[in-house]
């Protein structure tokens, strides 16, 4: 099961954090991603971050976001600097676990003034 969370409405320019954790079989938890939908488009891929820390970013949010995750915690959280109106969405976080993906529920980010 995954609980994803830290959504809301922000500025262009400002900043957000999602936070997404795992409960349940975690033990074998490799990558740990966003996605994330915006209206009338398929979902996407925002960043993955592997077992070990190595990351991978969408070209459209390299150097505004960060991944990173907390293997003790099970938690996975995306840091979302210089926000832009095209970053609205919902996001989802997955988890690749045991040969099989698992996603949560998505988190609305909205960026507009």
């Known amino acids: 099961q995954l609980q994803a969370s830290g959504g809301g409405l922000v500025q262009p320019g400002g900043s957000l954090r999602l936070s997404c954790q795992a409960s349940?079989?975690?033990?074998?938890?490799?990558?740990m991603s966003w996605y994330r939908q915006a209206p009338g488009r398929q979902r996407e891929v925002v960043a993955v971050v592997t077992r070990y820390g190595g990351t991978g970013y969408a070209d459209n949010v390299k150097g505004r976001f960060t991944i990173s995750r907390d293997n003790a915690k099970n938690m996975v959280y995306l840091q979302m600097n210089s926000l832009k109106p095209e970053d609205t969405a919902v996001y989802y976080c997955?988890?690749?676990?045991?040969?099989?993906?698992?996603w949560g529920q998505g988190t609305l980010v909205t960026v507009s003034s």
């Open positions: 349940g079989s975690t033990s074998n938890i490799d990558l």
């Open positions: 997955k988890v690749f676990s045991s040969g099989y993906d698992y």
